[in-house]
C-alpha cells in the first residue's frame, strides 16, 4: 500500500500551538495529507504575544530539508517564517534542487501581530529576489503586501493592485489575504502572471480565536495542491475549511488571542 503524499512545511515552533509547523500538521493532516517539518525558528509564546524566538543555524535548517527530501513523497511545499536572508536564501537553494514540480506556496511572515518584527530588510531583499520567484503562489495579508511592494494597502482595490507590481516583479501568482481589512466581508484578492484576477469573499467571521489563520490558509492551499488541485479551486477549499474553523471555535474562552483550530 502507497503512503500518503508528504507536504512540507519550512516554519518556525510556535509554543502556544497556534501557528507554524504545529498549526500547520493539523491543517495538512485535514486534508488527508502526511505533514513533515522543517523548523526555521523556535519561539516561546502564547495567547498573548511572542516573549522571546531564536533562529535555527541555517545548516541545520538546510540539514532538515535535505533530510526529508531523501526519504518522503512531497507534493508540496510551504514556507512560513524565515528569520534572515541567510535562512531565506538557503531554503532557496535547497528547494531549487529539490522541489522538481512540487509546487511552493509562500506565506510571507515578516512579523507577528504582536509587534514582533522576524524579517529584515535584507530578509525581505532576499525573500524577492531569491524564493519569491520559485513559488507557485505568494500569501501576503495588507500590511506584508505594502511592504513588500512599498504601496499602501488599504482598501480591496489597493490590495488588487499590490498584487498587480508583485506579479510584475516576478510571482507566478499572489493572493492578497483581506483579513485586515473592514466591514462585513473579507475579501482575498488573487492575480495571476495571465492577468487573471479573481477575487474570494466571505462573511466576516467575529472572534478573538484569530491566531494562525495565515498559516492555515496556506497550508490548506498547498495540500489541495499537493493533491492535484488547481489554485483557485485549492484556494477555495483551504478558505472553506479555515472559515469553517473560525465559526467552529469563535466561542471558546481563551482568555486571550487563540488559535484557529483546536
Known sequence: MKPPICVLSIAGIDSGGGAGVVADAQVIRAA?????????????????????????????????????????????????????????????RVLSRRRARAPLVIDPVLGSTSGTVFLDAAGVAALKRDLIPLGALLTPNWPEASALTGLPVRTVAEAAEAGRRLVAEGCRAVLVKGGHGKGPKATDVLV???????????????????????????????????????LARAIRRARRSLLLALKRNRKLDWGGRGPVFA
Not at 212 to 229: D, E, K, M, P, R
Open 192 to 230: 495571476t502572471a495571465a492577468g487573471k484576477e479573481t477575487r474570494f469573499e466571505s462573511k466576516r467571521v467575529t472572534t478573538a480565536n484569530t491566531h494562525g489563520t495565515g498559516c492555515a490558509l496556506s497550508a490548506g492551499i498547498a495540500a489541495q495542491l499537493a493533491h492535484g488541485a488547481p
Open 32 to 92: 488527508g495529507a502526511h505533514p513533515v517539518a522543517a523548523v526555521t525558528v523556535v519561539t516561546a509564546q502564547n495567547l498573548h504575544g511572542v516573549k522571546a524566538w531564536e533562529a535555527v543555524p541555517v545548516r541545520l535548517l538546510e540539514a532538515q530539508i535535505e533530510a526529508i527530501w531523501e526519504d518522503f513523497e512531497i507534493g508540496a511545499v510551504k514556507t512560513g517564517l524565515l528569520p534572515s536572508a541567510e535562512a531565506v536564501r538557503a531554503v532557496a
